[in-house]
């Protein structure tokens, strides 16, 4: 669902009111991996050892269950992929031009692109669209971690996880394990950090997601621990300030509990949760007219683990609830003309549209891992999750009038195994997925493989391939016009729709270098089948046509599927923030194109085909850090008009060119610790085209936004 442009203003101001695949090898600084490393299990819980002194490190026997982790001290050693980073706390909270969200802490890495608007923080990775990303928190999967969210999309104004309470992420965007959800551009797991179970700490901060609080500590001894994190944001203060705009609330709470019945069982509790209003009531003072827009919009999600680690297996069972809510709304009063027969210059006051869109979840995993030698791993899973999807909408104007309200089940059921064999220099990853969903009565069997060589002082390479399947992120956008009979008392005929599919491989080359240096390059392919036939290039126009079914007049999609491709070369050298200088450098260059209904090709919306970021940084004495951050791409394509095929996204915006600095101070005491830091985006005012929309039928550049500095404080006690 598109969101006006009475709306969107409310990001930037709210903002600115805030000022003020897979291979064996040595453990490298970003620890690239296709299954998870063993963060928690004892090293003696398996034979052969039997001596915690004398236990070896061996790869296959210390792997950690997919998406899921144990106690104690990990092996050192990991399966690795070029196509998986791992960032660390430090980089997470030390990079400029982020202001702590993670997805733009994401965009940093090379083939991931951002619209560029403090407004939206989507990520669009290696030319797919942001629909094609999954989160994962703790074992959990969410569809969205932000603030001001679309179903459509990934991204929203900031995200409403804590970055401060992030221990790591791991950034899959190619040779995504076969025990990863299915999705196709990439996975971002994220782990949390436990809380202490020495003593009872707390802290309060104040920031851009505004006032909050953190406390943790233990109980039952040194057996169990919780974590609890509670931010809240209102505006309302601001409201003899604006004068034209949005008053927006929101807020977010997450809790975490860990309990140890025994060094082999963990049990885990995570929920989390945010809620989002805004109100929009622009005035102008030549038009009496006004239009009022409000949107309210709630997630949650609770999750249940139980693991545990046996001698010669491992095994996860987790079940979890998740719930996401919009609902909106938009009145209009003033004087009308002449339309559909009214009179002119009636007085009129009117709900134009209203609905809302609410969707719950229950999902439950089954993980288990057997180690056969110390070469050789079996990894299997099941899953099963039923969702109740609920849409409503209704429109209001002068000359149309439509309502549709409708209640739908989805059920998607799957399962994958995935074998790991390693002998020598030489590792070799197998994997094979199979999801079934009934909501469009369909299903996708997906072949992963992975092979890298790893000779000694000379690096790894590495080369991986593979089918990936999802649910059409175009269900999300149109649901009710496939649930409902929206277009002219016409609905959409489901068993039309397909799962989206992308085949693709990668070749890639990692080294380390010095003690937590890295040098890393990776050229990809990607071609997509299943895409849904267009018109024009907006989504909104389907290549569709009425025919009768079963007595009915049912909208048909016209054959044969639409397609796309993708394909670039991705460079990095990075040093990590935990020495006294750091730097990232990284470079991407791809093309990215699509087929519409004519069988020609075209650039796509987000066909970024050069791309470059430098963040440099150093220590101050103790307790201090500066970073920079420069970033400069090649301007996205536009089109002028949605009739001429000719004109399809053929010219281009200017060079986007941007740089950030960021300033901050840290010291921790043994009672107390203070932490602060100030942040200027966009510190040379550019405000350059950096991506069109297209909005009720007509197309909208939108610019970068000028300066914005930002602040934070954390006391912790």
Avoid at 237 to 254: A, C, M, N, S, V
Avoid at 380 to 403: A, D, I, K, P
Avoid at 618 to 631: D, L, W
Wanted: net charge neutral; with cysteine; aromatic share 14%.
């Amino acid at each position: 669902m598109l969101i006006s442009p009475a709306a969107k203003r409310f990001f930037s101001l709210f903002l600115i009111s805030l000022s003020g695949a897979f291979a064996g090898v040595p453990e490298t600084p970003d620890t690239l991996q296709s299954v998870q490393p063993s963060e928690t299990r004892s090293p003696c819980t398996m034979p052969p050892c039997a001596d915690s002194a004398r236990c070896p490190s061996n790869d296959l026997f210390t792997r950690e269950l997919p998406r899921t982790e144990v106690r104690a001290k990990p092996y050192d050693a990991t399966v690795k992929s070029a196509s998986m980073t791992r960032m660390d706390h430090d980089q997470i909270m030390n990079t400029a031009g982020t202001a702590n969200d993670l997805n733009r802490v994401l965009a940093i890495n090379p083939g991931v692109t951002t619209n560029g608007t403090i407004e939206d923080n989507a990520i669009v990775v290696r030319g797919g669209s942001s629909a094609e990303n999954a989160y994962i928190i703790d074992g959990m999967e969410l569809e969205n971690i932000n603030h001001f969210f679309t179903f459509e999309r990934t991204g929203g104004a900031i995200g409403f996880i804590n970055a401060d309470l992030v221990e790591k992420l791991d950034f899959y965007t190619g040779g995504i394990p076969a025990s990863m959800p299915p999705k196709i551009s990439s996975v971002i797991d994220i782990k949390l950090r436990d809380g202490s179970t020495e003593t009872r700490r707390g802290q309060c901060d104040l920031n851009i997601s505004g006032l909050g609080a953190v406390l943790e500590g233990g109980f039952f001894g040194v057996k169990g621990s919780y974590l609890a994190n509670f931010r809240w944001n209102d505006m309302r203060f601001l409201k003899r300030f604006i004068t034209e705009g949005d008053i927006p609330r929101f807020g977010d709470g997450l809790v975490k509990l860990v309990f140890h019945p025994s060094d082999r069982h963990v049990l885990e509790a995570l929920g989390v949760a945010s809620y989002d209003f805004f109100r929009s009531i622009p005035t102008w003072e030549s038009d009496p007219d006004s239009k009022v827009y409000q949107k309210e919009l709630s997630q949650g999600a609770l999750g249940l683990s139980s693991k545990f680690t046996g001698n010669l297996f491992q095994n996860a069972l987790s079940l979890s609830f998740t719930s996401i809510h919009d609902e909106y709304f938009e009145d209009y009063t003033g004087f009308i003309d002449t339309i559909g027969g009214n009179i002119p210059g009636q007085f009129l006051s009117t709900r134009i549209f209203s609905g809302e869109n609410r969707r719950a979840t229950v999902d439950l995993h089954e993980d288990i891992s057997f180690f056969f030698g110390p070469r050789l791993r079996l990894d299997m899973g099941c899953l099963g999750r039923f969702t109740r999807y609920h849409v409503r909408h209704q429109e209001n104007y002068f000359y149309w009038n439509s309502f549709g309200d409708s209640t739908v089940d989805g059920i998607q059921t799957g399962g994958y195994a995935q074998g790991t064999l390693k002998t020598g220099y030489v590792t070799v990853i197998a994997g094979l997925r199979g999801d079934y969903y009934s909501l469009i009565t369909d299903y996708g069997v997906a072949p992963k493989i992975g092979i890298a060589v790893a000779p000694p002082d000379c690096g790894t390479f590495s080369i991986n391939g593979g089918i990936s399947y999802q649910l059409p992120p175009w269900i999300d956008q149109r649901l009710w016009y496939f649930l409902t009979p929206y277009h002219g008392g016409v609905a959409f005929h489901m068993e039309d729709f397909t799962l989206q599919r992308c085949w693709q491989g990668g070749i890639g080359y990692e080294k380390p270098f010095r003690q937590s240096g890295l040098v890393k390059t990776e050229a990809y392919i990607k071609w997509y089948d299943r895409e849904y036939p267009y018109w024009y290039p907006e989504q909104a126009h389907f290549a569709d046509s009425i025919q009768e079914i079963d007595g009915k007049e049912q909208w048909r999609l016209i054959s044969p599927h639409g397609k796309k491709r993708a394909f670039g070369l991705e460079v990095s050298l990075k040093q990590k923030p935990s020495d006294r200088f750091f730097y990232n450098m990284s470079a991407s260059f791809a093309s990215v194109r699509d087929q519409y209904i004519n069988g020609l090709w075209y650039n796509d919306k987000n066909d970024v085909q050069a791309a470059s970021t430098l963040i440099l940084g150093s220590s101050i004495g103790k307790y201090q850090r500066i970073s920079v951050r420069f970033s400069a791409s090649q301007g996205r394509p536009y089109t002028t008009s949605s009739f001429d095929s000719t004109e399809y996204y053929t010219k281009r915006f200017d060079p986007v060119y941007s740089v950030n600095v960021r300033y901050g101070i840290d010291y921790q005491g043994k009672r107390m610790g203070f932490s602060a830091y100030l942040e200027a985006l966009n510190v040379l005012n550019q405000t350059s085209f950096v991506y069109q929309e297209y909005y009720q039928g007509e197309y909208m550049n939108r610019r970068m936004n000028g300066i914005l500095p930002l602040a934070g404080v954390t006391v912790s006690f």
